[in-house]
């Protein structure tokens, strides 16, 4: 590729191979003129982006290689449909991890430790059937890096991962902190917008003239809501070819028929979005028929569907779909919108369960068999891993084998395969064996620990508090590449040096061994780190000195001892390459913040305070504290202090219905029954200690709520705490008020009011938001409206609750000319029309005690219902069936509102559009509908063309007036004119 000039419009003429007039049988015609834009990716370097993507290179590797920014490669790569191809498979200690951690710490955090990508924990607990609990509340930090990110337009995914939550819990989460991202371009004022333009019309990117609206004092934009809202604005970069006459024409054409939008991409060269945009500028948006539209593949006919319906379910999706003629993803979206449930499970004969066995004791590779099979390696790895057959990774074979060579295998010779182990397991008398440790281990000991700063100097404070120092000082002393750590205390000193370097020998006396079982493994922290280490033992009066090579922690090198003239306790210094003395700081803050005895760093008192500061409520059990607290615990916050050394567990939490959790948290003092897994000390050793502490924090828990003025226990948890033998009062009586669903999932429903229940309340299920928006809409004004509360399940049981009666069976009544209509949440019987005036519609009900089925039923005069031939909403309005009564009270405005709240469900698929895009779309639409029904046609046609033209109004200048004229075939006449002249 290589430019030529410059055109008329300043863009560079892009040549792709050279053209010489002349040299083909056709006439010459001049060079058509391409506008390029300057950031194109060329085809040289789309190779290349390929060959690095394909060989794992990191992607900001592959960034600086091609100079490009790393949005512009990310985007790139998925314009491609590259998919990274690591061939690391998970072993069965990665899936123990997994299912050991999996909900109740982040998965951010999850897959840091494994080395993996979020998404890819994610698909394998799926794969391993794994749930994630009820997910926890949000720290003070959580909420701060929310601020942060929102502050800053950082994508909501990129902040979910860092946070290590689910984008829909984040983006939840920041709506309840009152957030909005500046994604979203709602609050763009005039002179904003006006600026923003008049900056695109010089050709500049959207990055920069974001960047220069910052520093001109407006609010910063993302580039995800700042290319919207100025398309929306009617600005166009125009790059690419030119809509022609004849390619519009075929585009009415297919608006016009109701044909589907997806061939014309490949007939015309251009992407889903380009025809998007070139319909939205010809005025067809809303005017296609969406049960096509931009969906991928022909269309389905009825023939179609019944045979998918006769089928679907006998074999599998990549069968069907081949039956077909579509895509598998085809095949499991149509299947889905009809209802479709898949069934097909290809059962296991007794040859293959014979061959599976077989493999596994042969080492055939998993691939292998699944290719003798017939089947997916994955099914067949889950398959055989539910049966306690562990593969691993195993070499593939060459020829591979077939069932019938497998089996062959089991029957001694014949039909052997080469490359395969064929040797038969004879029956063996084991004799008895017991454990001991290789000698092999202490050359791994460098592997023991991780080497990080914190947890060197939580093993080195603790044998500093157990040698009975007073004070621990801390230094860092610069050297040419790093910092120098000496850690000094006064304790009692090491006798004999070489207990220091003897793995597991624990040097403390009984008293300590039984308090804290210490592991013997603290200066193995160190490992693989040039140390020095001075002690004078109390008990010799003798001083020594050594100093450790990096390379002697494994017993390969002698390590001289020399005498020392330290007077007091205990010095080890060691070399930490690359640390800052901030860093260090921060690290012994952290470690010291718990810790029993005071600890200075460069000659400053690290502060304190109390593991516990902050309970509700403190009692003493078995040598320990146990606090109990506000909030649910999560993976940061920890809830066990051994002596300074902090754990996250779950010791117990209990809910309360709109309160904060309560959950408990220990200070451990001298309890050595509790016991922490070594060398890392990261987690409890599950032991009958473990689970008496959980009862007594379950019993501290009741009592701390016990103390309290009120609850807002579940009756299973009020229940609990009397078998235990802690009375509580009844829940405090508080319901929250009913408001209706909102169909849009990620607006999510307004919750109502809690408010006190005085008995004069009716309980009130959740609907269909369709249906509970019409039922409100009834009942508005009425006495009734204002005492529906939310049923809560998990109140029944208490008195206050089991008390109140309930709204019941709710339905409308229409009666038009031609039937009387009755309306539930499901459908009308008989089925309405699309648009029916109605004579008379009624709400009806009744209010009975819960559980009973004998008052009289009332009526409500209501003037409008909604429903659906199918019995559930969709994600539009051309489905939605709608029943009235002409009044003035009914408004076309008012009835958007309602559809809006009703039917309006964005998309969040990949390939959507913007959820104000959607939004706006469907107000357009439900605004036509609503004109059209309740006023008229022309008033429908106002309509639009008042929403049209409120997209451009931001080009009419201050004191001008225009006036448009035309009809349907005629040109349109635009006059523009001064106000004052216009009067």
């Known amino acids: 590729m290589s430019t030529l000039s410059l055109s008329h419009d300043d863009f560079d003429v892009v040549e792709l191979a050279p053209f010489v007039p002349g040299t083909s049988g056709h006439a010459a015609q001049p060079l058509r003129e391409m506008p390029f834009r300057h950031d194109a990716w060329t085809p040289q370097e789309t190779d290349a982006l390929k060959d690095l993507f394909g060989a794992d290179e990191p992607l900001q590797a592959i960034s600086e290689r091609l100079d490009r920014p790393l949005h512009s490669v990310r985007s790139k790569i998925h314009a491609l449909g590259l998919r990274r191809n690591s061939t690391r498979e998970w072993t069965d200690l ?113 990055r920069d003239a974001i960047e220069i609206m910052v520093n001109e004092g407006f609010p910063r934009r993302s580039k995800a809501g700042f290319g919207p809202k100025i398309r929306a604005a ?40 380009s025809i998007k945009w070139r319909a939205e500028h010809l005025g067809l948006t809303g005017s296609h028929s969406a049960k096509n539209g931009f969906r991928g593949g022909p269309d389905w006919t009825d023939a179609d569907i019944a045979s998918l319906k006769a089928h679907y379910g006998t074999m599998s999706n990549a069968a069907l779909a081949r039956f077909l003629g579509r895509s598998k993803l085809a095949i499991s979206t149509r299947a889905n919108v009809l209802g479709l449930v898949h069934g097909y499970i290809r059962p296991w004969s007794d040859d293959e369960l014979r061959a599976l066995q077989v493999a596994y004791e042969n080492e055939i590779a998993i691939a292998d068999l699944a290719g003798a099979l017939g089947r997916k390696p994955m099914s067949v790895s889950k398959f055989a891993t539910k049966h306690g057959l562990h593969f691993g990774r195993r070499p593939r074979t060459t020829p591979a084998p077939s069932i019938e060579t497998i089996l062959a295998l089991d029957e001694g010779g014949g039909g052997g395969m080469p490359g395969i182990n064929q040797t038969r397991r004879n029956p063996v008398k084991y004799e008895p064996i017991r454990a001991s440790v290789s000698p092999d ?14 947890d060197i100097l939580n093993e080195l404070l603790q044998n500093a508090r157990r040698a009975g120092a007073s004070a621990v000082n801390v230094d860092a002393t610069p050297r040419e590449n790093g910092l120098r750590i000496t850690i000094d205390d006064d304790g009692c000193g090491i006798d004999d040096p070489a207990r220091v370097l003897a793995l597991g020998a624990s040097r403390w006396d009984a008293q300590v061994a039984s308090a804290e079982d210490p592991a013997g493994m603290g200066v193995f922290s160190l490992a693989g780190k040039a140390t020095v280490i001075e002690s004078r033992s109390d008990s010799t009066g003798s001083a020594w000195r050594i100093a450790i090579p990096a390379d002697a922690w494994t017993g390969d090198v002698e390590i001289a001892v020399d005498r020392s003239e330290r007077r007091k306790g205990t010095s080890i210094s060691f070399l930490l390459p690359g640390a800052c003395e901030g860093s260090v700081e921060n690290a012994v803050r952290e470690a010291s913040q718990y810790f029993p005895i005071p600890v200075r760093f460069a ?55 709109g309160r904060q959790e309560i959950h408990a948290r220990i200070d451990i003092g001298h309890t050595p029954e509790l016991q922490l897994v070594l060398p890392a000390r990261k987690e409890f050793v599950e032991n009958a200690g473990l689970t008496t502490l959980k009862a007594a924090c379950e019993v501290a828990c009741y009592r701390a709520i016990a103390a309290q003025k009120s609850h807002s ?41 809690r408010r006190t229940i005085t008995g004069d309340e009716f309980l009130m299920d959740a609907h269909e938001a369709h249906f509970g928006q019409i039922i409100a809409r009834a009942l508005r004004g009425t006495p009734i409206r204002s005492k529906l509360v939310d049923r809560n399940s998990r109140f029944e049981g208490y008195s206050w609750y089991d008390a109140l009666r309930e709204m019941r ?33 009624h709400l009806e009900y009744a209010i009975d005690d819960q559980g009973c089925d004998g008052a009289a039923r009332e009526r409500v005069e209501a003037d409008i219902v909604l429903t659906f031939p199918d019995g559930c909403c969709s994600d539009g309005i051309e489905d939605v069936t709608i029943a009235y009564v002409a009044s003035d009270a009914l408004q076309p405005e008012g009835l958007v509102a309602l559809l809006d ?83």
């Open 234 to 273: 009617g600005y166009t970069r125009g790059w690419g070819r030119a809509w022609l006459p004849e390619e519009d024409a075929l585009l009415r054409k297919a608006y016009a028929t109701g044909a589907s939008l997806t061939p014309l991409r490949t007939r015309l060269g251009r992407t889903r979005h």
């Open 94 to 206: 990665d899936d123990a991890e997994l299912a050991r951690r999996y909900g109740n710490e982040a998965t951010a955090t999850i897959a840091r430790d494994l080395g993996r990508s979020c998404s890819a924990v994610y698909v394998r607990a799926q794969i391993l059937e794994l749930t994630e609990p009820q997910p926890p509340e949000w720290t003070e930090w959580e909420d701060a890096q929310l601020r942060a990110g929102y502050t800053r337009a950082t994508d909501v995914s990129q902040i979910a991962a860092i946070i290590g939550r689910p984008v829909s819990g984040t983006a939840s989460r920041a709506s309840k902190l009152g957030l909005k991202h500046p994604s979203n371009p709602a609050g763009w004022t005039e002179p904003e917008i006006c600026r923003a333009l008049e900056l695109l019309d010089t050709g500049i990117a959207y």
């Open 603 to 657: 000659g400053r008192d690290m502060p304190r305070k109390d593991f516990l500061s902050g309970a509700i409520h403190v009692e003493d059990w078995n040598g320990s504290r146990i606090g109990i607290f506000h909030g649910r615990p999560y993976h940061r916050t920890p809830t066990v202090n051994f002596h300074g050394v902090t754990v996250f567990t779950r010791l117990f939490e209990v809910a309360q219905v």
């Open 901 to 983: 709240n009703a039917c309006f469900s964005a998309w969040n698929d990949s390939d959507a559009d913007s959820w104000d895009t959607q939004h706006d779309r469907f107000l357009r639409d439900a605004r036509e509908l609503a004109y059209r029904i309740l006023i008229g046609e022309d008033a429908a046609i106002a309509s639009q063309f008042r929403d049209a033209i409120a997209r451009i109004m931001w080009t009419l200048p201050k004191g001008k007036k225009v006036t448009i004229a035309f009809t349907h075939d005629s040109p349109i006449d635009v006059t523009v004119c001064d106000q004052e002249q216009a009067t």
């Open 809 to 841: 069976d709710p339905n409308f009544v229409v009666r038009t000319d031609a039937a009387i209509h009755t309306v539930d949440a499901i459908a009308a019987d008989p089925p309405l029309a699309a648009v029916t005036i109605a004579q008379e519609i």
């Open 441 to 454: 281990t202490i050359g791994k000991v460098t592997r023991l620990f991780n080497g990080s700063l914190s």
């Open 713 to 753: 226990l579940s009756f299973e948890s009020y229940s609990r705490a009397a078998s235990l033998g802690i009375p509580l009062a009844e829940a405090e009586a508080a319901l929250t008020a009913w408001e209706p669903d909102i169909a849009d999932n990620d607006t999510g429903t307004e919750a109502g009011e």
